[in-house]
C-alpha cells in the first residue's frame, strides 16, 4: 500500500527543465513517462503531450496536458 505525501514544491529551475523536456518531446512526437500527484498520492502515466496548459491551484500554477 502506498503512503500518502505532501505535495511538492517545484523550483523555478525545475520547472524549466520540464518545460524544455515536454518542449522537445513534443516537437520529436516522443511518449513521455510522468509521476503525477494525485491527493496525496503518486500515481504514473506515460503518454504524448499534445498540448500544455497552465491552471491555477490556490497560489501555485500546474502544468497539464497528455
Known sequence: MQKKIERLVLSP????EFEYTIA??????????????DNGFV???????????LR???ATQTLYGL
Open 24 to 37: 522537445t518531446a513534443m516537437s520529436e512526437d516522443l511518449a513521455l513517462n510522468f509521476d503525477l500527484f
Open 56 to 58: 491555477m491551484i490556490g
Open 43 to 53: 500515481r504514473e502515466i506515460t503518454g504524448k503531450v499534445g498540448y500544455v496548459g
Open 13 to 16: 529551475e525545475q520547472l524549466e
